[in-house]
């Protein structure tokens, strides 16, 4: 406090405040006081003067002997240590008595002196006292003249009228020394008094302004974020209540600042969690926000998006920190040129903009709208930036389903029309070629049903409306019906068809033994496609600790790394290149059927080489 400014401003002026009343104090007492000094002196040789009036009367009546007379003009004077005048009014004025002159009134002075007293012959006439000042040397000595009437009154008629007057003269500068003293007597005083005030207006202002720094420092702390500190609310009157103000607004202030931080934070949050990347921007195009999956989405990794620091106090725990600065990179770090013209489109034009981009094997769709404040003001832009590339890749998945189930459902309805119209019109004659055709109707229309079928099955998959009971079961009795159904097939096929010895030692199961077998149905399909005379294929199982791991291995023309990436995806056809039948639903309707068996499933597969499918199912030991 001792350093305050507010304490140095009120001393000063207090200090200026009691150096300008002594001042002040000083000038009044000088200016009013020489007055007053002045009159006083009029009014005392007024006085004598009315005395000298009074003798001079008596002489004139010669009631007195001049003797007598002059003793009595010669001591006034000297009484007075003042010079006397007396002039008698008649024909011709003359000086009745002049007392000796002090030796600093030239004769010159003098004439002049007598003069001015003669000048004031009708005033004094009319019975009215005079006085003025005179000034003596070069110097400007100022002299003092009092004039009095004296009347006399004829002792025949009894009449009075003035017949003389007696001036005083004296110099100011004698009368003026004991003025001078008694102001320097006042100025010393004044010193003094200035003196003496200035430890009580210490004393009061160190009082006065405690409680004022000390709101001011819980104001300051606020400002700094620190909430915790009060002022002291024990001075009456207006300083007592700012101090409740202060402290009720600090309050007010911890408990807004906490909920913001919590609703920021809570928001925070929220922003980093999606899977959206979100980028907002200034009306100068500096980032304000950014989120993690902005730099996901870009394949960025190499910005520290966690620079940042909180301003600590000493005592955090009493300390309520508000103050936090985060680093945000310029958006030519993470956009490319054009997304950057983007933004800066929208913050011109103040509209919205929408575009898509591809971002190495993403495909990204970028939403821009404007921010405004409450007077639609453009105040900044925020992007929103959605990956689509799994949407698009759907849609472009959908397109080619409607290709292949238009063109695989074309295919047996044309040439089931091809040869049913020449049947209806009884063009084929001969019996064995009716039979033909009657085959090839029947071959066609089960393929139409298969097609069918597998969409139909997919559909209830994904709807879940697929039975999957489960029970205990024995691979090997899955393993044995696989045997027999396909057996014949791969021996037409001359494609041998190799069970794994691990089959027969597997432990018993508790899963759903029919879609087990028609996931290797799927699988073994697939391999007979793709297997030429003289492969093999070959179905195993392994038992692990938590899982039964169940595959199908051949020895066909293999798949490339791309369509093993989509081989499971819906409608997808690895085959559709080497002109092989199919709708390319079984490996998407194996995957969601391993899927709600609780199990995985996957593919190596090198071109030339074969492949290998292998899932897996959860071991659940067999129920007793």
Known sequence: MKNSPLRRQFLYISFIGILVSALLTVGSYSLIGNVLFRNSITTDFRNR????????????????????????????????DASVTIFIFGNQINYVQESPLKSEFEEDFLEEARREMISYQDVLMAGKTVDFTLNADEHESRILVVGYPVEVTDQYSGTTSVEAAVFLMKSMSEMQAGYTSLNYALILASCLAFLIMVIPVIVVANRFLKPINQTRDVAIAMSKGNFTLRADTAQKGEVGELAKAINQLASDLNLTISALLVEKNRLQQILDGLTEGIVAVDHNMNITHVNPAVYRLFGIDDIDTTTGSLE???????????SMTKYHPDLKDIFPERVQNDYRTVLKEHRHRQRTIRVADRVLLIQIEVLQNTEDETVGAVGLFRDITESEKLEQTRRDYVANISHELRTPLTAMRAL????????????????????????????????????????????????????????????????????????????????????????????????????????????????????IIEVFAHQQETVLEIGVRDTGEGISDHDCRHIFERFYKADKSRGKSGT????????????????????????????????TIPSDVARE
Do not use: H
């Not at 600590?312 to 508000?322: A, M, R, Y």
């Not at 969409?455 to 045997?483: C, T």
């Open 49 to 80: 003067a009315s005395y000298l009036s009074e003798q001079t009367s008596l002489f004139t009546e010669q009631r007195i002997s001049s003797v007598r007379y002059n003793d009595i003009v010669t001591t006034s004077s000297q009484m007075l």
């Open 312 to 322: 600590e106090e000493n005592d955090k725990d009493e300390q309520l920190n508000v």
């Open 420 to 535: 049913i119209e020449p049947l209806q019109d009884g063009m084929v004659k001969d019996e064995r070629n009716r039979q033909r055709y009657y085959s090839i109707i029947l071959n066609e229309s089960v393929r139409l049903s298969r097609l069918i079928d597998d969409m139909m099955e997919l559909s209830r998959i994904q709807a879940g409306q697929l039975p999957l009971e489960k029970m205990d079961f024995n691979f090997q009795d899955v393993a044995q019906s696989l045997y027999e159904k396909y057996f014949e097939v791969c021996r037409q096929a001359e494609i041998d068809l190799v069970f794994s010895d691990s089959i027969p030692e597997l432990r018993p199961q508790f899963s759903n033994p029919d879609r087990i077998e028609q996931i290797l149905i799927i699988l073994i399909d697939n391999a007979l496609k793709f297997t030429k005379p003289g492969g």
């Open 584 to 615: 390319g639903l079984g490996l998407s309707i194996a995957r969601e059927i391993v899927r709600l068996l609780g199990g995985t499933i996957g593919v190596k597969s090198r071109l030339g080489e074969g492949s290998t499918f292998t899932f």
